[in-house]
């Protein structure tokens, strides 16, 4: 898992290999993203495993807010990339050393994830019956 490619994203290149963004401004500095931003790196891994696996390395160090501690800036904060790869080679040999139950935690991941987009669409769509009872409220009372 440790061969990957690091740098700051360019739309004017092309990638090919299995890749991810990683926004690189603001409060949510570190967080993986699927589609590029006019802030953020990509990181390039050799094969689509490897790409999910740092996919969700990041998004476990991002969401135990492990990039925190290493933004810089006073009004929009930042992480370098130079600080970014180092929270990342540190972790890297942690995940590889215990690979069976990162695995484990990739999967559990993936099905919280899951639910959590069902949740949402739930969300969204009692959402929209509430709008529709308070039209049909004012439908039916002739406003």
Known sequence: MCAFI???????EEIRNPHFFILN??????KPLLAP????FVIIAENQEQADQLH????AL?????????????????????SFRNVLEF??????KNATDFAKTVQALKLLEEREQNLK????????????????FFKSAGV
Not at 6 to 12: A, I, R
Not at 121 to 133: G, N, P
């Open 121 to 136: 669409k739930t969300l969204r769509a009692v959402s929209e019956y509430k709008q529709a009872f308070v039209r049909q």
């Open 56 to 59: 969700t390395l990041c998004y």
């Open 37 to 40: 931003c006019p802030n953020c």
């Open 6 to 12: 690091l740098k700051s994203y360019n739309q004017k």
């Open 62 to 82: 991002w969401r135990c807010r492990a990039f925190v501690p290493h933004l810089h800036g006073s009004v929009i904060p930042f992480i370098t990339i130079r």
């Open 91 to 96: 972790h890297i040999p942690i995940i590889e």
């Open 25 to 30: 401004k603001g409060n949510n500095s570190g």
